[in-house]
């Protein structure tokens, strides 16, 4: 965990409401996929939580969608803009389970965190297979960056207007040997009753704190609770109750 | 003594800063950012007789100026802080620390205070009679004289160490619970907890917290905050730690201003890790602004003789 300052560098549009922000500065608590950045705006008390979409020796770029104030800042930060922004926080995937043909599941505004995995998961694995899910076709994003890596990308929209009619769930492939997903709770729930095989998934909570300090994100699991900002934000299969 | 050190309850800190109960932890998750040694001392999470999950999320909502928790009090209960939280405590922390408690009657109090009375590494007991955020729970006691007088005395008589007494601002007359709880025989006040409010979800028309109300806390309470530290002060003859909303070094000064022998910080933790060092580390400086040679001299300075 670190807290240091940041440079905006870039900040653009990918949807009409996805945006894509790139970040400058001390990149050297930011770990594993699936980890997460929380970041002091001016304005809002507290910090907002976003996941590592991507991250380079001299940057972490993020991917978020404008839902409220906060994000709605956000999406009018000029580039060079100052930001306080701590860095490293969660427990992220455990990518070491993934086998030889694991499958990334993402909805919406999950999908982020999904693609910094995936860049990983295809140095060590034969196959990599990413469904992801949007409501209609001007919500997509990221499914030619998933296609550059090399993972095979089935896209779905709730609609129609775009790729598989319905939920990612309609579309999940055969054959994969383990799953990683991020997204809405409904979808997650619905994944977690529509798959045999294990997997992870990553959740959000409303968080005071991001960094384990005021027990404000705490759920139950199997072990018995757990902080969403440290012991999570992912959460072996096995582990989920959804007692909230 | 240095410039910065206080007195609280015949224990010497270094400096008035003292993190608030529920945004420290148990002290180690800071431990990672600095070295916490820099702290008057901290108070850690409210610890009850029994383990307590406590309440559903969402358990925090944004304010303008600060938040709404309802935590409900999760602790591991008061054996496992004593088995696990302080010894791993003790290899980041090597001052007297402050121990709060809750409960949810009379012997539940005395039995959890009586347990960390007993741990060297404890140097205060902050008997919290003010948690808003559950049912039954410590509140009833701070909104009520006699009820609280009860709690205090019923503790002091089991326990050996300095009991501080953490009082709720949700009341008429702060002053009368104080007043009664020093006859009680407690050693020192802390206040302010927080207070109670709500936020709404335009989107969903419901409330943001699951619990429907929590504890205001954060710069907005201040003002109530130092309001009710002055009263408190000006009327009893126990020292007095404030607290509520503090977020830098001139906020301090202004508490101690209003009577208090020492101050704690809390939300303010939760948005930046390094606000109390912050704080410290910027009390010489505004101290020299306003010509202040020792911060002891200044306790309860705003109060008219
Ligand atoms: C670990 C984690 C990773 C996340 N990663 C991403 C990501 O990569 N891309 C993305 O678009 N979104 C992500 N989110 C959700 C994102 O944090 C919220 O959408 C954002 O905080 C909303 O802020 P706001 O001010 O626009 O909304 P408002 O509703 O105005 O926010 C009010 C308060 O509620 C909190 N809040 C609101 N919605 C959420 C939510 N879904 N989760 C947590 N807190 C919330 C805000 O942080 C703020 O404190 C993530 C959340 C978590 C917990
Ligand atoms: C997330 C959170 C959890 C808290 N938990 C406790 C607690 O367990 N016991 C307690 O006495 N006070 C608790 N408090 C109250 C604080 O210790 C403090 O009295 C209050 O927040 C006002 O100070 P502040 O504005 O500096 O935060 C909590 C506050 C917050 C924000
Ligand atoms: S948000 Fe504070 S403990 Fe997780």
């Given at each position: 965990m670190k807290d240091s300052i940041f440079q905006v560098i870039e900040n653009r549009a990918l949807t009409p409401n996805i945006f894509k922000m790139r970040l400058c500065g001390d990149v050297s608590e930011v770990g594993q996929p699936g980890q997460f950045i929380n970041i002091k705006l001016d304005g809002c008390y507290l910090r907002r939580p976003l996941s590592v979409y991507d991250a380079d020796p001299i940057s972490v770029t993020v991917i978020y969608k404008v839902v409220g104030r906060g994000t709605e800042i956000m999406s009018r930060l000029k580039n060079g803009t100052m930001l306080s922004v701590m860095t490293g926080l969660g427990n992220g995937f455990?990518?070491?389970?993934?086998?030889?043909r694991p499958l990334l599941i993402g909805g919406g505004a999950g999908v982020p965190p999904l693609y910094l995995l995936a860049k990983k998961l295809v140095e060590r694995c034969s196959k990599v297979s990413v469904v992801l899910g949007f409501n209609t076709i001007t919500d997509v994003f990221c499914e030619e960056e998933f296609k550059r890596l090399g993972c095979e990308v089935t896209v779905t929209t709730a609609d129609g207007s775009y790729g598989v009619k319905g939920f990612v769930t309609d579309a999940l492939p055969e054959g994969y040997t383990y799953f990683y997903t991020c997204g809405p709770e409904a979808m997650l729930k619905a994944v977690f009753d529509s798959t045999g095989t294990s997997g992870q998934f990553s959740f959000e909570e409303r968080m005071g704190c991001g960094f384990g300090a005021c027990m404000g994100c705490s759920c139950k699991t199997v072990s018995g609770y757990k902080r969403i900002c440290k012991e999570g934000p992912v959460l072996k299969k096995e582990e989920i109750t959804w007692e909230g | 003594m240095g410039r910065l050190s206080v007195r609280l309850c015949g224990i010497e800190l270094d400096n008035p800063v003292i993190a608030a109960s529920?945004?420290?932890?148990?002290?180690y998750e800071f431990a990672e950012f600095y070295d916490i040694n820099c702290l008057g001392t901290f108070s850690f999470k409210g610890t009850t007789g029994e383990a307590r999950f406590g309440n559903p999320t969402p358990r925090v909502a944004e304010c303008a100026t600060g938040m709404l928790n309802a935590?409900?009090?999760?602790?591991?209960g008061v054996e496992k802080v004593v088995a696990e939280e302080l010894p791993r405590l003790k290899r980041c922390f090597r001052k007297p620390v402050m121990a709060n408690v809750s409960g949810f009657s009379i012997g539940d109090y005395v039995y959890t205070c009586s347990v960390l009375d007993k741990e060297e590494q404890v140097g205060w007991l902050e008997v919290n009679?003010?948690?808003?955020?559950?049912?039954?729970?410590?509140m009833v006691f701070g909104t009520d004289p006699k009820a609280a007088s009860e709690v205090v005395a019923a503790v002091k008589k089991a326990v050996t160490k300095p009991v501080i007494v953490k009082l709720s601002?949700?009341?008429?007359?702060?002053v009368s619970i104080a007043s009664a709880c020093e006859a009680a025989g407690a050693d020192g006040i802390s206040l302010i907890n927080t207070i109670p409010g709500m936020r709404i979800d335009l989107k969903t028309k419901r409330p943001v917290l699951a619990n429907r109300m929590g504890g205001y806390s954060g710069p907005g309470v201040f003002p109530i905050a130092v309001r009710m530290v002055y009263q408190v002060a000006s009327t009893v003859n126990i020292p007095v730690v404030g607290m509520g909303g503090v977020s830098c070094a001139e906020d301090v000064i202004e508490m101690m201003l209003a009577g208090a022998t020492a101050v704690q910080v809390g939300t303010a933790n939760l948005v930046d890790p390094f606000a109390c060092r912050n704080i410290i580390n910027e009390l010489p400086a505004v101290m020299d602004k306003y010509g202040i040679d020792r911060l002891e001299d200044i306790i309860g300075g705003a109060i008219n003789g």
């Open positions: 455990d990518i070491m389970a993934a086998g030889e | 529920g945004t420290f932890g148990y002290g935590i409900g009090l999760q602790n591991p009679i003010s948690c808003p955020n559950v049912e039954g729970g410590g601002p949700n009341v008429t007359d702060i």
